[in-house]
């Protein structure tokens, strides 16, 4: 069985930042591909950022040079620190898993992905 759980996401006013994290639980001697999603009211969940079992990150256009994936060597933690965050990056965020690698054209894509968090909460005012 695999959980994940997201953290920190909040409000923070336009230019600002936040960090959030994902905790993965599953089974240790599996390697996961991991990614973070939003879905805004009204609109599809579109990939964000996402991070291959060997280490390759692709980002979405929309946040590229302002979000930062990342993951604790451990590969149990996730990471996406938003910088210079704009009103059009409020959504809910949501964390994603695979067992395995994903191909780097797939890594933004929510069919890619079988386990998914609840979602954390992200507002950015102007």
């Known amino acids: 069985q695999v959980q994940l759980v997201e953290s920190g996401g909040g409000s923070a006013q336009a230019g600002g930042s936040l960090r959030l994290s994902c905790a993965l639980f599953?089974?240790?001697?599996?390697?996961?591909?991991m990614a973070w999603f939003r879905q805004a009211p009204g609109k599809e969940r579109e990939g964000v950022a996402a991070?291959?079992?060997?280490?390759?990150?692709t980002y979405a256009d929309s946040v590229k040079g302002r979000f930062t994936i990342s993951q604790l060597s451990a590969k149990n933690t996730l990471y996406l620190e938003m910088n210079s965050l704009k009103p059009e990056d409020t959504a809910m965020y949501y964390c994603a898993a695979y067992p395995g690698p994903r191909a780097q054209g797939s890594m933004l894509l929510r069919q890619e992905y079988g386990y998914w968090g609840q979602g954390t909460q992200v507002t950015v005012s102007s």
């Open positions: 599953g089974y240790a001697y599996i390697s996961y591909s």
């Open positions: 991070i291959n079992t060997n280490g390759l990150i």
